[in-house]
């Protein structure tokens, strides 16, 4: 399985970015797709997870309201919209995956810069 993720940037507080994770090289559907994040300074933490097109997802409370994962699976990809973007947002987010019998994440994207300017 390989993730590319992409659509980071800047922007300022209150702003939005849309980022998108493109999965290949495995069944995108037998795959619970994720979030997450890390700060510069700070450990890596857990953003949102979605298990399945329609499905329910679990989002931090950090941003819980503000951000909406999305994925489709005709098109192996996972959308995250950011709402509401804070400067505490601040961070490298990379998309994960794995496999819905696993409880760890088997894969992992190369990350994209996010920074929100205050």
């Known amino acids: 399985v390989q993730l590319q993720a992409s659509g980071g940037g800047l922007v300022q507080a209150g702003g939005s970015l849309r980022l998108s994770c493109a999965f290949s090289g495995g069944t995108f559907s037998s795959h619970v797709m994720g979030w997450f994040r890390q700060a510069p300074g700070k450990e890596r933490e857990f953003v949102v997870a979605n298990i399945r097109s329609g499905g329910a997802s679990n989002y931090s409370d950090s941003v819980k309201g503000r951000f909406t994962i999305s994925r489709d699976n005709a098109k192996k990809t996972v959308v995250l919209q950011m709402n509401s973007l804070k400067p505490e947002d601040t961070a490298v987010y990379y998309c994960?995956?794995?496999?819905?019998?696993?409880?760890?994440?088997?894969?992992w994207g190369q990350g994209t810069q996010v920074t929100v300017s205050s």
């Open positions: 994960a995956a794995r496999h819905v019998w696993k409880r760890e994440y088997d894969y």
